[in-house]
């Protein structure tokens, strides 16, 4: 099954700044790869989707890359704001089915005023 | 839309106990599936339902039970509750997009069982 690593410390980051956030993933290469924000008590929601043959993909002030040689997406939110702090997954569909997704423990991001 | 509801928002349990934890989407999702989400541990996959009448196991089936009759309605039954199944369990309904599932979720249940 496919593992995923998301880095467990909270990143802590001055508002105005970018924030980086990592996602790796063992095993196979998946057709796409997806993030999604979840604030406390709150179920997550989606934000984007890259795939396979896409190198970056842009929404607003977020940008995620994907790069199946490392095996690694980099999710970033350029200018972050305080309101941007939350827990991001990543998220990954099983070669076994897309309806069954692996998520990643997610990454605590705090934005700093 | 109200999108995916989820009752009730907390639940204390006893040992032993048995309960439904209820999941309704107005979407028309074909797709529906219960995850458990513990520290640390991140959402793991309990059920899945591909449609009315279609269910499966995830990752973490043991100790849940579901059932799916009609589109909008999957519940999941815990038949024996264990204090191992103190978590929070969120519902989600997804569709098959462009090439995709993007899942929708509702507002979770906290469950302890004591």
């Known amino acids: 099954s496919q593992k995923i690593e998301q880095n467990s410390e909270a990143l802590n980051i001055q508002e105005g700044k970018t924030a980086t956030l990592t996602c790796n993933y063992t095993n196979y290469s998946p057709a796409y790869l997806q993030w999604y924000r979840q604030d406390p008590g709150r179920g997550p929601v989606f934000l984007l989707l890259i795939r396979e043959n896409e190198k970056e993909k842009r929404k607003e002030r977020l940008k995620v890359t994907f790069d199946t040689t490392l095996k690694q997406s980099l999710f970033h939110i350029t200018a972050s704001q305080p309101a941007d702090s939350a827990t991001y997954l990543c998220?990954?569909?099983?070669?076994?089915?897309?309806?069954?997704?692996?998520f990643g423990t997610g990454t605590k991001l705090q934005v700093i005023p | 839309n109200a999108g995916v509801t989820q009752t009730p928002k907390f639940q204390v349990l006893k040992t032993g106990q048995s309960m439904t934890l209820q999941c309704a989407q107005d979407m028309n999702h074909e797709y529906m599936s219960w995850y458990r989400q513990d520290p640390g541990m991140g959402l793991r996959l309990i059920h899945y339902s591909v449609g009315a009448g279609i269910t499966d196991q995830g990752e973490v089936p043991n100790g849940y039970n579901v059932s799916r009759s009609t589109t909008e309605d999957f519940p999941l039954r815990l038949l024996s509750a264990a204090p191992s199944q103190t978590s929070v369990y969120f519902c989600?309904?997804?569709?098959w997009g462009d090439g995709y599932y993007e899942q929708y979720f509702g507002p979770g249940t906290r469950l302890t069982v004591t």
């Open positions: 998220a990954l569909p099983n070669s076994g089915g897309y309806q069954k997704v692996t």
């Open positions: 989600a309904s997804s569709y």
